[in-house]
C-alpha cells in the first residue's frame, strides 16, 4: 500500500489519478461484431457465441418452463435472502416515484410536468466466474416500479448453453419474462440493432468488462442512451480516530476482490489509524480466496494522512468516489459538505456490501469520477419527463405581447405571427 | 408539401425517417480545435476566433462594467417581456425541486437520495443571425435554481468583438457572471479542458450547429458529460376537425423558419383540415422574411391522413417529436396515450412559441426520436442525486445474514467478510 502523507492541492490531480484505459484496439472488435449483428441478426449471435461463449444455442430466448423451474435448485436461505433485498430494494425505489408537477405559471397558462416509463430497455448481466444476480435485483425492480413495457435481460451462456438457476430464480421474481443467452458485444449489438429473437430496446443499463463497456460507448452512436460511462470499481473511506481499524480493512478488502484495477483508498486524519488498517489489511487478505486478485489492487491503493476535516472533504470531493464510506466523529460536517459522490455508507456498522447488495440503495454508481456530474441507477432513470401545456384565450391575450417582442428581438417573424394570428382572432371576437 | 394517405405501420419507419446528418468529415475538423485548445489554451482561442469570428479577441471575459452596462441599450417593452419570461421559467423549475427521499428500508437500515447541485457547469449560447438569449433563460435560470457553483457562459463574438447587449442583459439577469467571447467548437474544447481564461466544467449545455453538436459528443470522451445528443428542430401537429387550420399553418411555419433542415409534419383524421392547412400555409408563407428558408423546410414536409384517433397515437408515438402541438376534441385519449415526446402544446391557443419563449417551460428538448428515452433539460439537469445510509448495530445485526449469503453466493468472500467480523464484534459484546 502506498502511504503519502499531507499531498498539496496540486498534487491531488496525479495522486488521485485513475488508471487510464486503453480502448483503441478494442474499436474495432467492436465496431466490426456490430456491423454482423446489425446485418445478419441471429446467424451473428449463434457464431459469436460459439467464439467467445464456447457453445451452441439455438434458442436465445430463455423459455417458461425454464424461468419457472429455476426456483427448485435454489436453496430456501439463498432464497430468502434475495426475497429479503428484493423487499427493500423495491420499498426505496418505489419511494423516488415524484408526483405531477403542475402550476398556472401566468393566468390561463397552466404548464405541468410528467414523467413517463421508457417504454424499451434492456438490462445487460455479466456471466463469469459467478452469476450476479444482485444486478438483476438493481436494474429490473427500478424498471418494473417505472412501468417500462419491454424489459429485455441478456447474459452470456455457461458452457452446456445456459444460464445459472439463480438468475432465472430472480429475473423471474422481478417480473421479468424476456430472458436472451447472449453476452458481451454481441448482446450489446443485438439490443441495439434487435434481432429475429432479441428485440430493440432505446436504452441499456448494466456493467460490464472493457468490451461491453465499449460496445455500450458505440450503441450511443445508433440513438441508444445507456446509463452511464463505466469503469473500474472504487472505494474511498474516510477514517478518524472513531474508526474500527479491522472494520476499515475488511471494507477496503472487500473492494479490492473486485479486480486488479479495483480502486482502493483510505484518507485518514489519524497517522495512528493508517498504521492499524495496514497491519489488519495485511492479516486479513491471507484468508481471502481471492487474495491473488485482491493482493494486486491492495498493492496500488493508496492511504493518505490529511491534517484537517477540511482537507478530507476537499480531497474527497476532488476524486468523486463511487462508494464512500464514512467513519469519524464529525460525521455531520463530512455530510453536508459532501458534493461528489456516488453512495455514502456512514459509521463502523455499514459496509459497503450492505449497499451492492440487500439494504435498498442502488448498487450501479458512477465510477472514474463520474459522481461530479451522475446520478446512480435510480428511479428516473427509467423514465423520462415530458412537458405539457395549455393556454386559455384569456391566457394567450396576457401573454401573447411578451412573446411576440421575445420573438422578434430573435428576428424570428413566424414565431411571432403563429401569436398574433391567434391574438387577432380573438380581437376579431371580442369587436 | 407531401401528403401521404393512410401509411401503414411497416411504413411508418422510412415515412417518419429524419434526414441523415453526415458527420465524418467534421470529426477530423473538431478533434483537430480540441488538441490545440488542449495545449494552447487561450492562444489556441485566439486564433480560432480570428479564423471563423474574424475578429481578435484580446480578453474572453466579459467585464462586469460591460455586463452592467448592456441594460441601458435594451428597449423597455423587451426587458418587461423579458422579465416575464424569466419569472414564469423561474416559477415553472422552482416547482420541480424534490424533497429527500428517506426511509427506513429494514429497522436500523437507513436509505436516502439527496439532489445536490453539480458545481461546474458550461452553457453554450449559439451566435449568428439573430442572438438567442431565450436560451439563456432556459439553461441559466435552473442552473441558479439548482444552486451550481460555476456558471460559464460561452458564445461567439460579432465582428465587433462583443457579445449582443441583449445577451449580456440576460445573463445578468439570471445572475450569470462568467460570459466569455469565444464559441464554436473552439468554445467547447475550451469548457471541457479549461484554459487561461475559460474555466473548466463538468457538464456542458445549449443548442449549436452541427460543428458544436459534434464537439459535444467529442467532449463526452474527455470525462465531461452533455444535457442530450442534438439534432434539428422539429414540431408535430395533430389536428382534427376542431383544430383552427390558420393557426396550424402558422405554427408549421414557425418550426420552418428555424432552418431548412427542420422538421414539420401534420398528422390529421380529417382530409379536410390537410386541405386547408396546406392552403394556409402557402399565403403565410410568402409574408415571412425568412420564407426562402421555410420553403425549403415545408417542401420537405408531411401532411400525413390517418384514419382514426388509435393510428395517430401509435405513429406520434414512433416519431417522438420534439415539439408536439394537439388540437383535437378528443384531448384526453391523446394525452393519456402520450409515451413518446419533448413538449406538448395543447389546444387552438398554445402556439410552440409560448413554450419557446415566455410560458415557463423548458425549450431545451430532445430532437431526432431521442423523445423515447432522453427528458428535455429541467431542473434536474443541474443536478445528481446521491445515495446514503446508516446501518445501527441493531440494523446490522437483523440485515447482516442476508448480506453474508448473497455475498458468498455471488463467489465474493471479502463482501461477506466485512459483514461478518461485524456481527462477530457484536456478538463478543453481548457475550
Known sequence: MNKIFDPKPN???SLLARPTQKVGDIEATVNAIFKSVGQKGDEALRSYTEKFDGVTVDNFQVGEDALTGAEESISEPLKRAIQKAYQNIKRFHEAQ??????????????????????????????????????????????????????????????KKGELPAVVLYTAKLCGITKVFKVGGIQAIAALTFGTQSVPKVYKIFGPGNQYVTVAKQLATRYGISIDMPAGPSELLVMADETAEPSFVASDLLSQAEHGTDSQVILVSTSKNIIEKVEKEVAQQLEELPRKEIARKAIANSKLIFVPSDTDAVALINEYAPEH????????????????????????????????????GTNHTLPTNGYAKQYSGVNLDSFMKSITFQKISEKGILSLGETIEIMAAAEGLAAHKNAVTLRLNKLKETVN
Open 11 to 13: 498534487e491531488w490531480e
Open 97 to 158: 416515484a415524484t408526483p405531477v408537477v403542475k402550476l398556472e405559471t401566468s393566468p390561463g397558462v397552466e404548464c405541468w410536468q410528467e414523467k413517463r416509463p421508457i417504454q424499451k430497455v434492456g438490462l445487460y448481466i455479466p456471466g463469469g466466474t459467478a452469476p450476479l444476480f444482485s444486478t438483476i435485483l438493481m436494474l429490473a425492480i427500478p424498471a418494473k416500479i417505472a412501468g417500462c413495457e419491454d424489459i429485455v435481460l441478456c447474459s452470456p451462456p455457461d
Open 324 to 359: 464512500y464510506i464514512l467513519c469519524v466523529k464529525n460525521e455531520q460536517y463530512y455530510l453536508d459538505n459532501t458534493t461528489n459522490a456516488g453512495s455514502v455508507f456512514i459509521g463502523n456498522y455499514t459496509p459497503e456490501s450492505a449497499g451492492d447488495y440487500a439494504s
